[in-house]
Nanobody, 119 residues
Framework: QVQLVESGGGLVQPGGSLRLSCAASGNVSGIVAMGWYRQAPENERELVARISDGTPPVVAEFVRDRFTISRDGAQDTVYLQMNSLKPEDTAVYYC?????????????WGQGTLVTVSS
C-alpha cells in the first residue's frame, strides 16, 4: 500500500510562485509514474504534469511554459514548481501515483492541496 502526502499549497498573488511537494510512503517500489492533477470548482479533474522513469515529463499545454515537474527518486518525492501563477490556476492540486503489480496497474491519490491565486 502506498500513501501520498501533498504540501506547499496556499494563497499567492498573480505572478507569484509556489512549489508543491508530494511524498510517497509505503510500498513505493511499485511506483512507475507520479504526477499532478488539478480540479477547479465546477470543473473536471485534469492532468497538469506527469513524470516517469525513462521518458520525458508530460506537461499540459496550458501550463507548459510556467510549471515544471521533477522527482527525487531517492526520497520518492515529486515536485511541481509553479511560476507566473494566474487566477485561473486556482484549484485543488492532487498528487497521483501509478503503481504496477504483476497482475495490473492501479492509481493512488493524495488528499489534495488548495492553491489560490488572488490579489
Amino acid at each position: 500500500q502506498v500513501q501520498l502526502v501533498e504540501s506547499g499549497g496556499g494563497l499567492v498573488q498573480p505572478g507569484g510562485s509556489l512549489r508543491l511537494s508530494c511524498a510517497a510512503s509505503g510500498n513505493v517500489s511499485g511506483i512507475v509514474a507520479m504526477g499532478w492533477y488539478r480540479q477547479a470548482p465546477e470543473n473536471e479533474r485534469e492532468l497538469v504534469a506527469r513524470i516517469s522513469d525513462g521518458t520525458p515529463p508530460v506537461v499540459a499545454e496550458f501550463v507548459r511554459d510556467r510549471f515544471t515537474i521533477s522527482r527525487d527518486g531517492a526520497q520518492d518525492t515529486v515536485y511541481l514548481q509553479m511560476n507566473s501563477l494566474k487566477p485561473e490556476d486556482t484549484a485543488v492540486y492532487y498528487c497521483n501515483a501509478l503503481l504496477a503489480t504483476p497482475a495490473k496497474y492501479f492509481e493512488v491519490w493524495g488528499q489534495g492541496t488548495l492553491v489560490t491565486v488572488s490579489s
